[in-house]
């Protein structure tokens, strides 16, 4: 108690010193132990369902006659036959995934739905605050119009009514009877990513994709089928089983389609882990490093510190050894000291894990999976303590190393005169090294991933996304006749291009939304085509500023007659005639119907997508209820603008979805930039850190030279020979550091070589040389400005003493 209450009162003295320390070590350690807590969510952490392990998603891909695989999507009746005839999964479960209008409530909300089959609720433990989920009464071809909630849909729209299983809610112009309302703490099991955040459950039959039952040539990427894997059944035979299922079945219902000969299907099982976490694996790895290794950053800063803080309480040290005081009283007296530090530094790292804790899950939960379950936990406390232990251990251990027990005698009895205490050049050697090696390997592990980041964010998509805005319409009454809904949407296109603002007009959907897949074959029949698809009307290249390059696109005859003409990007024309012009010629779809090129227009990629693929565009039916509206320079457009014109003549039509273009664009990026901002303060964070603990380490190196420096001025030596003189001496722990940095990185590409060939680019070996160089200049930087201090004084000064 007394040591303690002794370091706590020498502590007070010091505050400057005090703080530094708390608030590095606090900051540090709380961004570790908001890494650690986040890997161990992500990478350790079991799910919140029982057998985990055994629960898998189906993935339905099929593959042309060459083998290559195009299409990963469940067909419709493909589907229904799996789940209703497999034998490999104890339960298994259908979704489809939708946003629907719920025109029971005032405001008519889009909500997310999601359609299931009974066992969802079974299969992930739903347990219900009211009433029940859905039994075997209520599964597939039982059409019974019942509907479960969340909880959060029942607190935010109905209020935590108590009546609410009396009520129903209106979808569709169906009217579903709530028959359950599930509990706060269920976890939705993210099968369609972590944006998946479903607030009203309908049975399976309800779903959109249902007019497809017999249609077993159209796939729907929103279908999906998991299932609990039996114990006996493995992976593997549930693969092969599956595959034999669905491919005999498949092949029987196609075989009059010409365009699927040879074709066949392959089912692959992903488990849950892979399907919510996917191949991020790599990353969370990359941060808790980089996470580890600023912390390491920190505490060389603060072993740093301590040794000075030695150096100055020689005479006080000297005074405790006169009186009885051995080698391992100072050690317990070090280690109390740096126990009280870190006990004040642990508070500020537990804010600093709840700040990061909140962040992510107010800001990143689009992206990063399972944040509702994010919280501190005992692997958070444990590593806490573990970092307050091994820290306290490490600067006692160099406080206490870091001076010469037999020299505090003689330092007493000769009154402190030319024995000071100096810290041994070889700890100081260790510490520039163990500096330079750790911020080089950060900044190029944040360099390599702002790297990517920023290609990712600046590369071209192929066409201009500025001013444009995109929106749907629906109407109240879903039984209009198709000439009734072509004539509302042209009366409404003709009024949007008559507004001031609005300088053009396209009845098509959003560029930046996924196309597609459709199927064509070579009029000779000998080279069959997996490409995206769209379906565009006649202004919609131009108001997209999508450049052709061969041809024409559509005209408004086009349109209104549904001509049989199909426009195609430069990678389809490539493939079909990499010399002549494919203008003219003839591509047929599944059913055999020819359609004729009659454009080529330039490839454009999607945001954050890989690549570009190849593309085809088709005329659009006029009666189409989406709009691209393209705004004039220095004009905005809101939806409440929109509103007003759809209700001058259609009251009866709503807007169901607005959004501008670019702003949907910026949230599609908003990985990539959050990397860019996260891996650029970690540079800068890391860059600070480590140029102020080198400063410290070289500074105290050049202090204790200062009069060998002086004397070297003073007969006549040049300012450049001595900075030389003086970097070149600690030059080697330098250069040790950036060997130490090569050689971290050569292991982790030998080892991990799998997971990190993506960011292998031809630039990674010019960041690593940008790195090394940048560290390297930090580290002459830090040598020169404590230097620059003395060259700048007469000599005389220099020589005034030795200490």
């Given at each position: 108690?007394?040591?303690l ?8 003295l ?5 703080f530094i320390v ?9 961004i570790?132990l908001?890494?650690?807590t986040l890997?161990?969510?992500l990478l350790v ?5 029982e057998?985990?392990e055994s ?14 695989n195009n299409?990963?999507?469940?067909t ?5 036959h799996?789940?209703?005839n497999q034998?490999?999964f104890?339960?298994?479960a259908l979704i ?8 029971s409530?005032?405001s008519h909300?889009?909500?997310r739905?999601?359609?299931v089959?009974p066992?969802w609720?079974?299969?992930f ?14 599964g ?11 909880y959060?849909?029942w607190?935010?729209t109905f ?11 209106t979808?569709n112009?169906?009217?579903f009877a ?6 706060q703490s269920f ?7 972590s ?8 049975p399976?039959d309800?779903?959109a994709?249902r007019?497809?039952h ?5 796939i ?13 059944v ?10 034999k299922?669905i491919?005999?079945?498949w ?5 009059q389609?010409?365009?699927f ?5 392959k089912i ?7 399907v ?8 969370i790895?990359?941060?808790?490093l ?16 301590f040794?000075?803080r ?8 000297a005074?405790?050894a006169?009186?009885g005081a051995r080698q391992?009283h ?5 280690f109390?000291e740096s ?5 004040c ?7 600093i894990?709840y700040?990061g804790?909140f962040?992510i899950?107010?800001?990143f939960?689009?992206v ?7 919280s501190?936990?005992g692997?958070t406390?444990i590593?806490?303590?573990?970092a307050?232990i091994m820290?306290?251990t490490?600067f ?10 037999q ?5 007493l ?6 024995t000071?205490i100096?810290?041994?050049k070889?700890?100081r050697?260790?510490?520039i ?7 080089s390997?950060?900044v190029?592990?944040s ?5 990517e ?6 590369e071209?998509?192929?066409?201009n ?10 109407p ?6 198709e ?5 509302i949407t042209?009366?409404l ?7 001031p603002?609005?300088k053009?007009?396209?009845r098509?959907w959003?560029p930046i939304i ?6 064509f074959?070579?009029?000779?029949g ?8 769209r379906?565009?009307?006649a202004n919609?290249f ?5 450049p052709?390059?061969q ?21 389809f024309?490539?493939?079909?005639n ?14 055999g119907?020819?359609?004729s090129?009659i454009?080529v227009?330039?490839s ?14 088709r ?6 209820t989406?709009?691209i509206?393209?705004?004039k320079n220095?004009q905005?457009?809101?939806?409440d603008?929109i ?5 001058e003549?259609?009251?009866q ?17 908003f990985i990539?930039?959050s990397t860019?901002?996260?891996t650029?303060l970690?540079s800068i ?6 140029g ?8 105290y190196s050049?202090k204790i030279?200062?009069?060998?420096i002086?004397t070297r ?10 900075i030389w003189?003086m970097f ?8 040790l550091?950036m060997i130490a940095c090569?050689?971290g990185?050569?292991?982790?590409y030998?080892?991990?070589?799998n ?10 070996l010019?960041?690593?040389v ?6 390297f200049?930090?580290?002459?930087v830090?040598c ?5 201090k003395?060259?700048?004084n007469?000599?005389m000064?220099?020589l005034q003493?030795?200490?």
């Open positions: 108690m007394y040591a209450k002794r370091a706590f009162e020498e502590l007070k010091a505050p400057g010193f005090s708390v608030v590095t070590l606090g900051l540090s350690i709380g570790l908001w890494g650690v890997s161990y969510l952490k079991p799910l919140p369902y057998k985990q629960l898998f998603v189906a993935k339905h891909a099929l593959f042309n006659e060459k083998g290559t299409l990963t999507a469940f419709y009746p493909g589907l229904v799996a789940y209703s034998s490999v104890e339960t298994t489809n995934v939708e946003d629907n209008f719920i025109t409530i005032e909300p889009i909500l739905t999601a359609f089959t066992e609720f079974s299969l433990q739903g347990k219900f605050e009211l009433g029940r989920g859905f039994n075997e009464e209520e597939i071809n039982t059409h019974k119009p019942v509907a479960v909630l969340s959060n849909i607190k935010e209020d935590l009514d108590e009546n609410i299983l009396n009520k129903t809610v979808i112009d169906i009217n709530i028959i359950g309302v599930l509990k976890i939705e099991p993210k099968v369609l990513g944006s998946s955040n479903t607030k009203i459950w309908l399976w309800f779903n994709n007019q497809l017999n249609d077993w040539g159209q729907r990427p929103n279908l999906h089928l998991v299932g609990l894997l039996k114990n006996d493995s992976p593997n035979q549930a693969e092969q089983k599956l595959t299922l491919n005999e079945s092949k029987e219902n196609v075989a389609i010409e365009f000969n040879e074709w066949q299907i692959h099982l992903t488990s849950f882990n892979q919510i976490f996917g191949n991020n694996q790599i990353k790895y990359l941060l808790l980089a996470t580890f290794g600023l912390l390491l950053i920190a505490c060389t800063n603060i072993a740093n510190l040794i000075a030695t150096a100055k309480k020689q005479r006080a040290l005074i405790q006169a009186i391992h100072l050690y317990r007296y070090f109390v126990f009280i530090l870190l006990l530094s642990s508070i500020l790292a537990l804010v894990v700040i804790i962040v899950q107010q800001y939960a689009v990063v999976p399972r944040t509702e379950e994010l501190v936990n692997i406390l590593t806490l303590f573990l307050i820290l306290s490490i006692a251990f160099v406080g206490s190393k870091s001076i010469n027990y020299r505090l005698s003689q330092s009895n000769s009154s402190g005169k030319g000071g100096q810290v041994s070889r700890i050697n260790g510490l090294t163990i500096q330079v090696a750790l911020a390997f950060i190029f592990l360099s390599v991933l702002l790297h980041s920023i290609n990712i964010i600046k071209p998509l192929g066409y996304l500025e001013n444009l805005y995109h929106f749907s319409i629906s109240s009454n879903p039984e209009l006749t000439q009734e809904v072509i004539n042209t009366n296109t003709e009024r949007l291009t008559q507004h603002s609005i053009s007009v396209s098509s959003s996924q196309a597609r897949n459709a199927g074959t070579t009029s000779d000998k080279e069959d085509y997996s490409n995206e698809n379906y565009v009307d919609y131009d108001v997209i500023e999508q052709i390059l041809g024409r696109t559509f005209s408004p005859d086009d349109i209104k007659l549904q001509n049989n003409v199909i426009v195609i990007n430069d990678i024309a490539q493939q079909l990499p010399k002549d012009n494919v203008v003219g010629e003839k591509l047929f779809n599944p059913a119907t020819p359609f090129i454009g227009v330039k454009i990629k999607l945001p954050a997508n890989a690549k570009p693929q190849m593309r085809t565009y005329p659009r039916t006029r009666s189409t989406n709009f509206v393209k705004v220095h905005s457009l809101e939806r603008e509103v007003s014109i759809l209700n003549g259609h009251s039509w709503r807007v169901s979805s607005f959004e501008n273009i670019h702003q949907v664009k910026t949230k599609r990026l990539p930039i860019t901002v996260i650029s970690l964070v890391t860059v600070f850190i480590s102020i603990g080198l400063y410290g380490v070289l500074s050049i030279r200062k009069f060998e002086g001025l003073a007969v006549g030596a040049k300012r450049s020979s001595i003189l070149s001496n600690n030059l080697i722990p330098v250069l550091g090569l050689i990185i050569t292991l982790i030998y080892i991990n070589f997971s990190i060939q993506q960011y292998l680019t031809s630039n990674a010019t960041l690593l940008f790195s090394l160089c940048l560290i200049a930090l580290a002459f830090a020169y400005v404590p230097l620059r003395i060259l700048n007469p000599p000064f220099s003493t030795i200490d």
